[in-house]
């Protein structure tokens, strides 16, 4: 049964651009979770997609967006990258209505130059 | 202002001692909070999660006490093994609904 899946591992991109993460959910799991992790934080929560919509909603701005698919994989798309966007971006995932264990995945690495 | 605070950056203890971690919070009200490790470049994985209705939940060598009144929660590990060495993060969850509000986490090194 494969967990929760990121990708890419590791991605460098320069101020300015834009940038797609991509999520898939341990099997049987209906919801993702984003989370932003600077180094020596915890994670920040960004938002949240459940049936294709986003649910909740963190004290992110704008340029940060999502969307999920059918098959409940997501993304999330950062816009006009700023040198602070430079982080650990966490995918979460979890069943139901009840959101209680949350199963992660290892993360992307973004660095912002 | 809103704050949850894990109080130590890094704990050091001896192979075999409990590692006691605490967490503290203000102004929130939690339907629950929860712990989980992180080790280095990777994921935070679930390990207990305790009720605000709950004293004390246990699980093998974990044991984790929340006091809503004092609005605190300890998270001990007994027994404790090098292989325990990780960073550990507390997070609460206001309604039940999966938004995780984390702690910076505490860096636990369980020395030989």
């Known amino acids: 049964d494969a967990g929760v899946t990121q990708s890419p591992t590791h991605l460098i991109k320069t101020r300015g651009q834009q940038v797609t993460l991509r999520c898939s959910p341990k099997?049987?799991?209906?919801?993702v979770s984003w989370y932003q992790q600077a180094l020596g934080q915890g994670p920040q929560f960004i938002f949240q997609?459940?049936?294709?919509?986003?649910?909740q909603r963190g004290n992110f701005p704008d340029r940060f967006s999502g969307h999920q698919f059918p098959n409940y994989s997501s993304e999330l798309n950062v816009n006009a990258l700023l040198l602070g966007d430079s982080a650990l971006y966490l995918c979460?995932?979890?069943?139901?209505?009840?959101?209680?264990?949350?199963?992660f995945g290892p993360g992307t690495r973004l660095l912002v130059l | 202002s809103q704050k949850i605070e894990q109080n130590s950056e890094a704990l050091n203890i001896q192979e075999g001692k409990t590692a006691t971690l605490t967490c503290n919070y203000t102004?929130?009200?939690?339907?629950?909070l929860q712990w989980y490790r992180q080790d280095p470049g990777r994921g935070p994985v679930f390990l207990l999660l305790?009720?605000?209705?709950?004293k004390e939940k246990r699980k093998e060598r974990l044991k984790v006490t929340f006091d809503t009144t004092l609005k605190q929660s300890l998270f001990h590990i007994t027994a404790s093994q090098p292989a325990d060495s990780a960073t550990y993060l507390c997070?609460?969850?206001?309604?039940?609904?999966?938004?995780?509000?984390f702690g910076k986490g505490t860096k636990l090194s369980v020395k030989p």
């Open positions: 979460a995932s979890s069943s139901g209505l009840l959101q209680e264990t949350q199963y």
């Open positions: 099997s049987g799991h209906d919801t």
């Open positions: 997609y459940y049936e294709e919509e986003e649910r």
């Open positions: 102004n929130y009200s939690p339907a629950y």
């Open positions: 305790i009720r605000e209705n709950e």
């Open positions: 997070a609460l969850d206001m309604e039940s609904q999966g938004n995780l509000i």
